[in-house]
Structures are given as structure tokens and as C-alpha cells.
């Protein structure tokens, strides 16, 4: 302790002002820097829920024309055509990105 109080009497108190004015701005640039990988991590979140929901909507709209084309193959054997257009259930089938595996490739799990 008597070290530190030596090392500080040696400043004059214009050089411990400044001293106290860097260490102050070193503080408010990490909380920017902090408050920045915040954000920063928001929107990645945020873009990977959108890819999510468009890979769910481009499911559906695959899984709804593959019940046509069945329909239409149905109609063209003769057989009678389904009122439910049943489709694979490819929408279960799920892209599951994640804000941990953002830098890697889809994982598809087939159910």
C-alpha cells in the first residue's frame, strides 16, 4: 500500500487527472464493446429465426405440391383422387440451426 501511495505522489495531479481520464475512457469503450457483441449476437439471432421460418414456409410449399403431383398421378393410373392431399410430413422433418451451430451447416433430422 505504501508503494502505491508513492508511485501516485509522483504524479503531478495534472498527469493523475489524465491517467484518471484514459482509465475512464478505457471503461465506457469496454461497455461499448460489450453493449456492441450484445447487438450483435440479437440480430444473428434474429436473421436465423427468419432463415427458420423460410425454410418452414419453402416446406410446406413443397410438401403441397408433391400432394398435387400425386393427385395428378392418382388420376392418371384411374384411381380415385384424395380429398385430403396428403403430402410427406417433411415439415417435422426440421432445419434446426441454432445461434451455436450459426457458423456450420443445417442439421436435418429426418423423424
Not at 30 to 57: F, R
Not at 68 to 79: A, P, Q, T, V, W
Not at 94 to 108: N, V, Y
Request: hydrophobic share 35%; net charge positive.
Amino acid at each position: 500500500l505504501k508503494v502505491f501511495f508513492s508511485i501516485i505522489s509522483d504524479f503531478t495531479p495534472v498527469e493523475f487527472c489524465r491517467g484518471a481520464d484514459i482509465l475512464q475512457k478505457c471503461r465506457r469503450c469496454y461497455e461499448v464493446e460489450v453493449k456492441s457483441a450484445k447487438i450483435k449476437e440479437s440480430i444473428l439471432e434474429t436473421h436465423i429465426d427468419v432463415k427458420n421460418q423460410l425454410i418452414q414456409n419453402l416446406e410446406d410449399i413443397i410438401d403441397e405440391q408433391e400432394a398435387r403431383i400425386r393427385n395428378m398421378d392418382d388420376f392418371i393410373r384411374g384411381k380415385p383422387l384424395r380429398s385430403d392431399g396428403r403430402a410427406l410430413d417433411r415439415r417435422r422433418r426440421g432445419h434446426i440451426i441454432t445461434a451455436r451451430t450459426q457458423w456450420k451447416s443445417p442439421i436435418f433430422m429426418e423423424q
